[in-house]
């Protein structure tokens, strides 16, 4: 159980066009969701909480235009990449948080590439 | 200021070697996640500590969380290159609406 999935796993886009990256729940329901950034041999950057039926809430120095998330069912979440530009190429995993007893926990979608040209 | 701090960064070592990972943390967490990642994959999750002082068990791998809930760390038996990936400490803060907060992580490298 609580398997994350992610489309798609890799993209190459033109600078200045838009790219949509779904995050969904396989079987199970997410009323919270993840955005992380991931650069080459670093750790994992918070962008933004996805809340279903609400709007996102994104980290400090987290532009909300360019990065729009859309959390529209339980076990799905999306995020876009406004007006891509070359350094917005990186690793972008989602993950979903889980109630395991009284706790919660997060498991992790396997990431999407994206390569700005 | 990065919150979590992991020592060390990089590790490369023989197969059949002991290894330990560390976390640490001036701030008090809720709880604590370690998990692996292999290139071009997500995370995954190895455990999750929540009492200080707890030790818990997985195979070959050991983890335990510190008395006062600010550190952990991650100790490998007998590495195989299996072990091999980005090692990730994650700590929920008290009242931090169970955001999890990503340690610098620990590139282990096992060679036969």
């Known amino acids: 159980g609580a398997v994350v999935s992610q489309h798609p796993s890799w993209v190459i886009c033109k600078s200045g066009t838009s790219v949509k990256i779904e995050c969904r729940s396989l079987?199970?329901?997410?009323?919270?969701m993840f955005w992380y950034r991931q650069f080459p041999k670093q750790s994992l950057m918070l962008m933004a909480t996805s809340n279903e039926g609400s709007k996102a809430t994104y980290e400090q120095g987290v532009e909300k235009d360019k990065f729009l998330i859309n959390h529209a069912s339980l076990t799905l979440s999306t995020l876009t990449v406004t007006s891509a530009h070359p350094e917005d190429s990186s690793f972008y995993i989602c993950?979903?948080?889980?109630?395991?007893?009284?706790?919660?926990?997060?498991?992790f979608g396997p990431g999407t590439r994206l390569t700005v040209t | 200021t990065q919150l979590l701090e992991q020592s060390p960064q990089f590790l490369s070592i023989q197969e059949g070697e002991n290894l330990t990972v560390y976390c640490n943390s001036s701030s008090v967490f809720s709880s604590l996640q370690w998990y692996r990642q292999e290139p071009g994959e997500g995370p995954v999750l190895l455990v999750t500590?929540?009492?200080?002082?707890e030790v818990k068990k997985l195979k070959r791998l050991t983890f335990q969380f510190g008395d006062a809930r600010k550190d952990s760390s991650l100790h490998i038996t007998a590495a195989q290159p299996g072990d091999t990936g980005l090692y990730l400490c994650?700590?929920?803060?008290?009242?931090?609406?169970?955001?999890?907060?990503f340690g610098t992580g620990t590139q282990l490298k096992v060679e036969l």
């Open positions: 993950s979903a948080r889980v109630l395991a007893g009284a706790l919660y926990e997060q498991y």
């Open positions: 079987d199970f329901q997410a009323t919270t």
């Open positions: 994650a700590g929920a803060l008290t009242g931090g609406g169970n955001k999890l907060t």
């Open positions: 500590v929540v009492t200080g002082g």
